[in-house]
């Protein structure tokens, strides 16, 4: 089955710096690769998502990129700014249409 | 639109009590998900629903845990008896269709505590 792993666990960056989070994932078959954050103590929320027939994507402050043939994606923030707190999971859907999720990256903008 | 509605909110129990969850998806949906999210981790799928059929329950630990979506629409989850390991946040989520690449929209879960 679909294996996804997500880097690095916890990532600190200066308020008005990019952050960059990298996932890879192991089913060749997978293609479609949703971005979701999570604030403490509430939902899951999707934020960007790119499938395997698109390279890159691109919303506002926010990018996606994905590389098939080695099987990683990562997202993009730029600007980061204070509301950008918060934990990132990217997932991967796997061929029989199940979404893993990584394990999540706790992002922490500093003033 | 409203989204997806899950109650209660929390709920502390002992251990081998058993307990329930509900989950109402955004209307229309015809696919809801289970969830279980220990903490400090991404969220797992239990079980998956097209319409009133389960066709996904292969992670669903089923000596403990049921789950039923009778008309297609609501569901419940239910734990019995629960044990420690079970304290969790426990989501539900809905899409349009139930192929994996449809967006899938969460509710806010409902944090279970087992003591």
């Known amino acids: 089955g679909e294996n996804v792993e997500q880097h690095p666990s916890t990532l600190s960056v200066q308020e008005g710096d990019s952050a960059v989070i990298k996932c890879t994932y192991s089913d060749s078959a997978s293609n479609y690769f949703p971005w979701y954050k999570q604030e403490l103590g509430k939902r899951p929320q999707l934020i960007i998502d790119?499938?395997?027939?698109?390279g890159e994507k691109k919303d506002q402050r926010i990018a996606v990129t994905l590389n098939k043939t080695a099987k990683h994606f990562s997202l993009h923030i730029t600007e980061t700014q204070p509301e950008d707190s918060a934990v990132y999971f990217c997932?991967?859907?796997?061929?029989?249409?199940?979404?893993?999720f990584g394990k999540g990256t706790r992002l922490h903008i500093l003033p | 639109e409203a989204g997806v509605v899950q109650s209660p909110r929390y709920k502390i129990i002992e251990k081998k009590q058993p307990v329930a969850f509900w989950c109402n998806p955004i209307?229309?949906?015809?696919?809801l998900y289970w969830y279980r999210q220990n903490l400090g981790q991404g969220p797992e799928l239990l079980i998956r629903y097209e319409n009133e059929e389960a066709v996904d329950d292969s992670q669903l630990p089923k000596d403990r845990f049921s789950a039923e979506r009778l008309k297609g629409v609501d569901s419940t989850l239910k734990i019995q008896p629960a044990e420690l390991g079970d304290s969790a946040v426990y989501l539900c989520?809905?899409?349009?269709?139930?192929?994996?690449?449809?967006?899938?929209?969460f509710g806010p879960g409902t944090r279970l505590t087992v003591l």
């Open positions: 209307s229309g949906h015809n696919t």
């Open positions: 989520a809905s899409s349009s269709a139930g192929s994996g690449t449809d967006t899938q929209y």
């Open positions: 997932a991967a859907s796997s061929g029989d249409d199940k979404i893993i």
């Open positions: 790119i499938r395997s027939n698109v």
